[in-house]
């Protein structure tokens, strides 16, 4: 999920197959709207963000596990002026190991990705940037915390923060990532 102005966005995940459908929550009149379905694959455990009235959703598992691992990335537009309104294009594809089980958060134009588990049950700890402007996404400094599936990702006040998740067992680490320095710290334990 991801959230555009004063709405929320969920789509994709199980209940109890696969699915692609997406909607539109509006918290002022309470209500639901259903809205295009997800452009790629039916899927679960995909990464998603917003960036202006753009959403975001890729990676994830297309079979529910870590055989069904894809790389693909897709954008919607939320603008009713826009000519994209209401519809999915995909997006250059994500550049690192495909995964799913990924955080990502938003700072300034910049969408961010990370961590995860990819085929064979890999935990992941690869973290990237990605330029909406130019579709471009850039390798940066790995995760501070080490491979892991199912973390936690948020951004505050210019810094990115990754915690808590899986790494074989489960862990409760928070760090913090600047991207100007590109570099990690760790903080309080959540």
């Known amino acids: 999920g991801f959230s555009i102005g004063n709405k929320g ?42 960036i202006g009235s753009k959403g975001y959703i890729g990676t ?8 069904g691992c894809v790389a693909d990335f897709w954008e919607w537009e939320s603008d009713s002026n826009s000519l994209n309104y209401n519809i999915w294009i995909q997006k250059t594809s994500f550049p690192g190991l495909p995964r799913y ?4 958060f938003v700072i300034g134009q910049y969408g ?12 992941l700890g690869d973290f ?16 501070g915390g080490g491979p892991r599936i199912g973390a936690a990702g948020f951004a505050l ?9 899986n790494n074989g067992v489960h862990v409760k680490d928070l760090w913090s990532w600047n991207p100007t320095s590109n570099t990690w710290t760790q903080r309080l334990d959540f």
């Open 112 to 123: 961010y990705i990370g961590t995860g588990q990819g085929t064979g049950n890999q935990h």
């Open 157 to 165: 006040n210019g810094l990115g923060y990754i915690g808590a998740g």
């Open 60 to 67: 994830g598992s297309i079979t529910g596990g870590a055989n």
């Open 128 to 143: 990237w940037e990605w330029d909406q402007a130019i579709d471009k996404k850039k390798k940066k400094a790995p995760f």
């Open 9 to 50: 966005y969920v789509g994709t995940g199980t209940s109890p197959t696969l699915r692609k459908d997406f909607w539109e929550y509006d918290p002022f009149i309470n209500s639901w709207t259903q809205r295009t379905d997800f452009g790629g694959t039916a899927r679960a455990f995909a990464v998603g963000f917003s």
């Open 101 to 104: 089980g990924s955080v990502g």
